[in-house]
Each structure stands twice: as structure tokens, then as C-alpha cells.
């Protein structure tokens, strides 16, 4: 493209300000354009290709363990959204409303979907009938829409993209378990797919969704130590079941409420992506989800043999079912060497007379920029134990940068003075009560995160009131 | 589930009426459900998983052709949608307006898109500057609104589902190229997917879409002979790069206007393959797109060994990639057998004691019922060979009943004795004039379907005027 060398090697260092660096990157990396439809971004190819790896991976993950998609209407009619108090509180504010069909005025606001809790509710009020009906493990993969103020590209839009996943289930115990599988899978996803270590917890009361009985969290932390709150579950109990009338007949015939579950991962999983692993070279992409796994620059391309050779090793990779990209461009190399650091492909394939002759090629890993001179011979096994190599260090690198930064704090001074030093998680003891919980985010500006899994024993108190302490929670700014 | 006994065999037969027996199929075999959303409908799992077979099939045929997907807003600002005449004129009346953000009223009100043109114009205007950008083969899978006020699942609903490609290139040639090249794209998805045979042709000016210069379609003819436009794509010229500025510098670095297209298809070929292959049984699926391809009933499953080979069967199946459903639930093999007729799956394969015996199994075909003694050793081959064979009986099927139902017309009196006798497709030749296609239009009630491509010589002159005939004209009733 014309553009693209204005596009390369003008990106803000990450140190100086890195609210410009991710949108530097957003940009320069072709992930995001605007349009005049303010609030909303256009997932340019290469974002959306990510998303659709994403997709491909979790949609799989969902489907072994017996989960079905459908397909929603876009609209909510008002009455509808109404049904659950709490949950509509939580959400009519942020709703975008069609008032008008055509040239007429409608007898009844609709609003376009934040999320669907209430349409699958109707839904399973038609189809659940009996135990046999039970459980109904449903998904679906759409747009949802939240009028928000002030957006950022992936974080924070009004329009995003998303996988929603809502169940019923015949008792307590098997929604628990559906709210706590599905966390392990996002967790499964975050750390095996993303190479972004998460925290697993619950949200405290506060925190967690409108309507929910718990909320779980996989909450990471972004290159700034900022949290990136990476996907949710939530158990409802049969509050949502009451309220929609959700009933099945039990095996002794006896009238029962279902209980439910949703859970849902977003395209800011890709903000994740660029702040968990990009540099000041541009993004930094997991092979799994990479759209180029390979990049494949022929050096001395004119020389006779060099492109039949680069063709040939393209057509090996991919065959060995890798995402391969020959740039056989009138480019110079060295430009294309930033502009595929700037789209973060893991590996970049170099091959020119001399390697040919020696039966050779080059692999420069994207991370560290380590060369690897490797046989021709052995290149798919090299290529996939390099990748296999480099998706484990970049985890290591982000895990280091997670644990590294918690800090155990006593007292609301102690989180004030860590946060001052360098931002990052805290991890401090609660008594459980929401105004402690409150004094912490007013002094600190730090919401709680979770309660992570994981506890640790730091005190005996709550750091606010002296009462006994029953959690230990981890606070963050969060994005 | 509790309700699937009332739910088989209890379907309108399709000469009684045809209208029910559709809506019917829609209900009982799981395909839609109803919300307080009138209008819209929600794609149950067997709908949905049609939807994304046929999705995988094509999003394949684009991707290997070198087309991207991107995702563009969901809304559409007024004065955006305005910028092309023709286009909001054919569009405005039938959108969904958001007026309010939250508590807000909006400065400027927002259509939820109907389809996405405008969208794709205002960021081609941004990210095309040179001849090296070109062409642009952008595609997006989402869903769309049209105010519609008489609405049937799949073919007609306020919300569907569907692809829509947007293209930009350097010349008008290149752009009527893409447009063809999709057709015949649609085409082979279409015959040789969803079995379903379709004349291709042109659009007339009065039938073309709001904006275009061309539109070309497949048109497919259902079992009661009416005709369902399948699939469209439009060449543009440059009329909506001249409306939103869409411009390159060629390679004499004059500033030129790209020459567009778009195309789209959508959830209403689930539609067309109910009322291609439906029969009084319930639906009949296309191989390349049933969620389950082989049914697996036991037969006497109580006795010893016969669900361990039911399973055994079944991996055997499904690791030579065949989608197959072990149905080993405890409801009559004869309640199955209806079940999944109902359900339209291609093969049914019936094992019992005495087969395992012999070491054969029973395949029963969806279309005709024959039963055929196949081998277990030889089971993977056979079941292959006849799923092909019933994929290509369904289309033979399907084409005797396109052939059969086109008449030749030499007059109105004519046609309407052809529509009389029974609905189907009419051949006629036009002279060109809107006028003379519309009177065709109100007097048979038959607009046009396409100029097709394959044109034959029925008469010197229009059956209307007695000028000069141009085209041979395929005439029908649509959905």
C-alpha cells in the first residue's frame, strides 16, 4: 500500500506516553479506522482476522463441551428489558433506543441490545418444559451496543463484539459448576492461547454484574499495571428465572425454577493482546491467534532462484498447516522488516542466493529478535518448536510482569505510597463490608479487582474499619 | 426433550397449503422461535448451525479469492446514508431510527444499517490513496434492518442475517469482473452445495438495487413454482465514489474514481432449501450443509452389544469427517425414525443384534427411504458414496422441477393462461421499455425475475408493444 511507509517507525515510545503508544499502534498496525459514526470503531482485516482466530478457538472449546449457538434479535422491546429490576437499573443508562420504524413512530421503544439475558430468558420460557429439556447450554456471537461517554478502540466502545453465553440448568449445583467451567475455559483461553497470565476470582458485590447472584473474573494486567478485566461469568440463581417465569417439571412432576448462568469475552481481548505483549516496534502477537504466523522476506529477490525457493518453503509451511505471508513486493527488505514488526508476526523468514546455497534459511523471532540460522531440510519441525518457544516466553515475560507487580499492602497509606511508585495490583484483607470497599476506591482510586482463588493470609484485619477480615482482595485501576 | 412427541408428525400437507406447511416445518423442526420482538426472529441451534455451514462454505470461496472480512458499525448516521440519492431514496423508508443514547436525545439521528454501502465508501475514502491499494475486497458477515411490515421467517424478517462484499477497483473492467466472478460464486454455492439449481441473469432497471448501474442474481424456483431471488451482486461504476469521494492516483498519478461493487446473501436460503427439498415428512438438508449428515439408531439397544457398536459406528463416522448423531436416548426407534425426517438429515443408519451378526447395518436415505444392506468393513466408502448420491438426486430432483415450470409466452392472455393452470416461472420476450415490464406486472401480477444469461429466441417482438424485441425475460411471482 502507498501509505505504508509513512505508516512504519513513527510510533510514540511506550515510556513517554503510553496512552498514544496503544493508539499509535491501533493505528499504524491497520487494526482500527473511525468513521463518522462517533463511539464506533471498523475492525480493519487484521483485527478482524485476530477476532476470528479468537472466535475459532473458544467457538470450538464451547462446542466439545456440548454448547450450541443461536441467534438473537438485535432489538429489545422495553417492557422486556423491564422485567428484572437490578437488571435493568444496571443497563437502561447506557441503552441506544429506536424510536421510529420507517416514517412511523413506534407504540413501544426498543432498545438495541446491550446484552441479551432477558431475550434468552423469554426464549427458554417457551422451550423448557421438563428435566429433559435441561440443561440448555446456549451461545451467541454478535455486536452489543452501550452509549458510552468516552471511548477508547477496543477497551471501550459503543458498539463491541462478543460472545454472550447464557444456560439454564435444573439446580444450584449444575449452574455453579456451568459458572466455574466456563471460567476455566476463559482461563484456558487467556493463558494457553493468549499467553496472558490472568487472575481468577469473584467480584465483590459492588462489582458485579446487574441481576447476578456472583460474578467470576479473569482480571490481567496491561504492560502499565493497569487491569484489563478479560471476561466474566455469572451465576443468577433463579432470579431471572422468577422473573421471567423460566419453570421446568421436575422428576417427581413438581414445578421448579430453572437457574442460569452468562458469561462473556469481548474484542478487548485484543486490547489486551497489544498492552500484555506489544513493544515500541509495534504489536507482539501470540502464534495462536496471529494472522501471519510466518512472514516470508526473499533478500536479493532478483537474483535467479530466490523467489521460486521462497515459494517453495511457503508452500512447505503451509501444508504443515501454518499462517504463512510471502512478501514478494517491490519493498525494500528492510522495510518490510518494520512494517511486519509493527503487525507483530512472531516469526520472519529470510532467505537469500547464499542461504540457498547452503541449504539454509534465517528465522528472526519477533520478541527478542534472535536469529536462527536453520536447515531447509528441518524447517517445519524448527519452525514450530520456534514458535511453540516464543509463544512460552512472551507468557513468561507478562507472567513476570503480573507477579512482579502485587504488592501486599496493611493500610490505605501503604497502597497509596505503592501506587505512587509505580501502578500496579495490591493485594490487601477485607471484612466483606461494601463501605470499607468504598473508603479504599474513594482514597485510592483503586476498585477492587476480586477476590482472588488464590488467597493469601496478609492480616488479620481490614485495613479500613480493624474488623476481622475475610478475604484477601486484590485491587487496580482498571480500564 | 418432554414436547418432541407432539412436536413429529404433525405437519399441513404441502398441497393443502403450502403457506402452513412451511410455517410448520419452521416450528417443528426447531428451527425459529417467536419474541416479544415482532417482527424479528430468533435462529434456534439446528437453524444456526445451517446458517454457519453455509457461512464456513463461502467465507472459504471468498477468503481463497482473496477477499478480507472486516466489521463496520452497526449504525449509520442520517447525513452519511443521504450522501448517495438513489440509495437513500430505496433505503430510508424502511430503517430503524435511534433517536436517544441513554437519557439524550441525539443531535443527529442514527438508522441501524440496512446494509452497509455508505459505510464502506466513507472508509475506502480513507484508506484508498494509490493504484497500489487496489482493488479493495472487503466482506463482512453481520445482521441488517428492514422496517418490513409483513414478515415470514427466513424470507422476509425485520432482522436477517448475511454477508455483504464491498469492492473498490482501479477500472471498470476489474469491478465487472468481481461482479460476475461472485455470481458464479453464488451460483456454485447454490447448485452445488444447497443442491438448488438457479438461472442466473440481470436485474432489470426497475428490479435493480438502489444505487446500482447493474444488478445480476440467481433466481431459484421453489416447489410451488414461485421464484426466490437467492443471491445479488451490483456493479456500482463510480457513482458513489463520486458521492463520497473515493479516489486514486493512477500510475500517471492522475487523480481517477474507483469503480465499486457490492453482494450479498443471506439466511434466506435456509428458506429456499425448505421449500427446494421439503417434503411432507418435514425438511430434507443438503449433505454439504446438515448439521447431522448420518443419524445413528440402535435397534433393540437393550441388548448386549449393540450401543457399544452404535458408538464404535459412530467414531468410525465422524473421524472420516462426517457429522453423525448417536441418538441413544430412551424414546421408540420408530418415534426416532420420524424425528428425524422431521429434521430433514440425510441418512439414517439403523443397527440392531441380528445386523451386528451379519456384520452389516442399515442406511436409510431421507429422499426416496431406500433401505440399503451395507457392510461394516466397507461402511466409511458406502455411506460417502451415497451421501453424494443423494445430494445429486436431490438437485436432479429440483432442476426437473425448475425445467418443468418455465412456459414460453407470446402474449399477456398467454401468461396469465400459463399462471392459471399452475404458478411457475414464464419466458417472454421485451422490447426494454419499464413501461411495457410494468404492464406485465399489473396485469399477470408477475414482475420480472432476470434477463438471463442464457437467452433464447421466442419471438421478432415485445408481447406488449409489437416493437423490436431486446431480451428474452424470465417472469414470476416471488417471495
Redesign the interface.
Known amino acids: 500500500?502507498?501509505?505504508d511507509k509513512k505508516m512504519v517507525r513513527e510510533i510514540t515510545p511506550m515510556d513517554e506516553d503510553f496512552a498514544q503508544w496503544y493508539t499509535d499502534i491501533v493505528k499504524k498496525a491497520e487494526l482500527i479506522?473511525y468513521?463518522?459514526?462517533r463511539g464506533?470503531?471498523?475492525?480493519?482485516?487484521y483485527a478482524?482476522?485476530i477476532?476470528?482466530n479468537i472466535q475459532k478457538i473458544f467457538d470450538g472449546m464451547i462446542k466439545e463441551t456440548g454448547h450450541?449457538?443461536?441467534?438473537?434479535?438485535?432489538?429489545?422491546?422495553e417492557?422486556?428489558l423491564n422485567k428484572e429490576k437490578d437488571h435493568v437499573e444496571g443497563f437502561?443508562?447506557?441503552?441506544?433506543?429506536?424510536?421510529?420504524?420507517?416514517?412511523e413512530k413506534l407504540e413501544e421503544?426498543?432498545c438495541?441490545r446491550p446484552t441479551s439475558e432477558t431475550?434468552f430468558c423469554?426464549?427458554y420460557a417457551?422451550?423448557i418444559?421438563?428435566w429433559?429439556?435441561l440443561p440448555k447450554l446456549?451461545n451467541q456471537w454478535?455486536?452489543v451496543?452501550r452509549?458510552e461517554k468516552t471511548t477508547r478502540p477496543f477497551l471501550r466502545t459503543?458498539?463491541f463484539?462478543w460472545q454472550e453465553g447464557h444456560t439454564a440448568h435444573a439446580t444450584e449445583e449444575d449452574a455453579r459448576k456451568e459458572t466455574l467451567d466456563i471460567l476455566d475455559l476463559y482461563e484456558k483461553l487467556a493463558t494457553e492461547y493468549l499467553c496472558m497470565p490472568v487472575i481468577k476470582g469473584r467480584k465483590t458485590d459492588r462489582e458485579k454484574f446487574a441481576g447476578a447472584m456472583e460474578t467470576y473474573t479473569i482480571e490481567a494486567m496491561m504492560h502499565d499495571g493497569k487491569a484489563l478485566q478479560s471476561g466474566t461469568s455469572h451465576y443468577f440463581g433463579d432470579g431471572f428465572a422468577k422473573a421471567f417465569g423460566v419453570q421446568y417439571t421436575d422428576k417427581e412432576n413438581k414445578l421448579q425454577y430453572v437457574h442460569q448462568t452468562s458469561w462473556g469475552i469481548s474484542t478487548r481481548l485484543i486490547g489486551g493482546i497489544i498492552m500484555t505483549h506489544g513493544d515500541n516496534e509495534g504489536l507482539v502477537l501470540p502464534p495462536a491467534i496471529a494472522p501471519i504466523q510466518v512472514v516470508i522476506v526473499p533478500v536479493a529477490a532478483h537474483k535467479p532462484g530466490v523467489l521460486e525457493k521462497a515459494a517453495e518453503i511457503a508452500e512447505t509451511l503451509k501444508k504443515a498447516g501454518l499462517r504463512v505471508k510471502l512478501d514478494d513486493s517491490d519493498q525494500s527488505p528492510g522495510w518490510k522488516y518494520a512494517q511486519y514488526e509493527m503487525k507483530g508476526v512472531p516469526l520472519r523468514l529470510e532467505i537469500g542466493p547464499r542461504d540457498i546455497e547452503n541449504g539454509n534459511c534465517v528465522l528472526v523471532r519477533r520478541d527478542n529478535r534472535e536469529k536462527t540460522v536453520v536447515a531447509l531440510d528441518n524447517l517445519v519441525e524448527s519452525t514450530q518448536q520456534m514458535l511453540k518457544d516464543f509463544a512460552k516466553a512472551i507468557y513468561e515475560k507478562a507472567k513476570a510482569n503480573l507477579e512482579g507487580n502485587i504488592t501486599p499492602a496493611h493500610n490505605i497509606q501503604e497502597m497509596k505510597d505503592i501506587l505512587q511508585k509505580r501502578v500496579g495490583f495490591v493485594k490487601a484483607m477485607w471484612c466483606g463490608d461494601e463501605h470499607c470497599e468504598e473508603v479504599i476506591k474513594n482514597e485510592t482510586g483503586m476498585p477492587s479487582r476480586c477476590i482472588p482463588f488464590e488467597q493469601e493470609h496478609i492480616d488479620d484485619v481490614c485495613p479500613v474499619c480493624g474488623k476481622p477480615a475475610k478475604h484477601m482482595v486484590i485491587f487496580g485501576i482498571a480500564y
Open positions: 500500500m502507498a501509505n479506522d468513521s463518522s459514526m464506533c470503531v471498523i475492525m480493519r482485516p478482524q482476522a477476532w476470528e450450541e449457538n443461536v441467534a438473537m434479535p438485535i432489538f429489545i422491546p417492557s422486556l437502561a443508562p447506557e441503552v441506544a433506543w429506536v424510536t421510529h420504524g420507517g416514517s421503544r426498543l438495541v431475550l423469554e426464549h417457551h422451550i418444559q421438563s429433559r429439556d446456549y454478535c455486536s451496543v452509549w459503543r458498539e463484539w
